[in-house]
């Protein structure tokens, strides 16, 4: 799955990416508050990651940064099985020379309406509770607090640390869009959600 965002193109990772990940994501302040990813990182890590197979309805993607030069990966966002579950998780993170600039929130509305298309009904999520700024990316995307924390093991970090639960209803959102569109608009789908058309942004 490919989408575009204002600032964003949200790809696939390829092979080719590895030594760009590896770079963009390779900071112990951003691996810590991830669940699965090592610390130290490197080339091999991200080789490993990308070369790891994905059903193409659970999309993991990164976050490219449309410039006038060459563009630059800046993040990965994406969503998936929550360890042994049948619940949905969506993930992400941006390189620290980013951060602040929302570009989180830019492509989790994408990567919401691409859940969306595919008939995913909920979304999980969570942010390890010494990392409030995801939870406010989190709300902005539409998603609630359960009220719950429990505990996640973070492979940088080499333990269990608190972790804040958060779900968003999708099909509640989606009915509730519905009914606030004019009546003759209904049923339309809007160019931007037509996901198949962004195949076409790979080679842009």
């Not at 969306?116 to 409030?132: I, M, S, T, W, Y």
Request: with cysteine; aromatic share 8%; proline share 7%.
């Amino acid at each position: 799955m490919f989408a575009r965002t204002e600032r964003l193109l949200l790809r696939p990772g390829f092979a080719e990416d590895a030594p760009e990940l590896a770079r963009a994501i390779g900071e112990e302040a951003i691996v810590r508050n991830l669940a699965t990813a090592p610390w130290p990182y490197g080339e091999d890590d991200a080789q490993m990651f990308l070369e790891m197979e994905r059903d193409p309805l659970h999309p993991q993607l990164l976050m490219i940064m449309r410039t006038a030069g060459q563009p630059q990966i800046v993040g990965g966002i994406g969503y998936g099985p929550r360890g042994n579950s049948d619940a949905l998780e969506l993930g992400y993170w941006v390189a620290r020379p980013y951060w602040g600039l929302g570009l989180a929130t830019e492509a989790g509305r994408a990567v919401l309406s691409m859940a969306r298309a595919n008939g995913v009904r909920r979304l999980h999520a969570g942010h390890f509770a010494d990392n409030p700024a995801s939870g406010a990316v989190l709300r902005k995307l539409g998603f609630r607090p359960t009220g719950s924390t429990a505990p996640l093991f973070s492979k940088a970090r080499g333990r269990e640390a608190d972790c804040a639960l958060f779900e968003c209803d999708l099909a509640a959102d989606a009915a509730a869009d519905t009914e606030r569109m004019p009546v003759g608009s209904r049923g339309r789908v809007a160019p931007e959600d037509d996901f198949r058309e962004a195949i076409r942004l790979m080679a842009a």
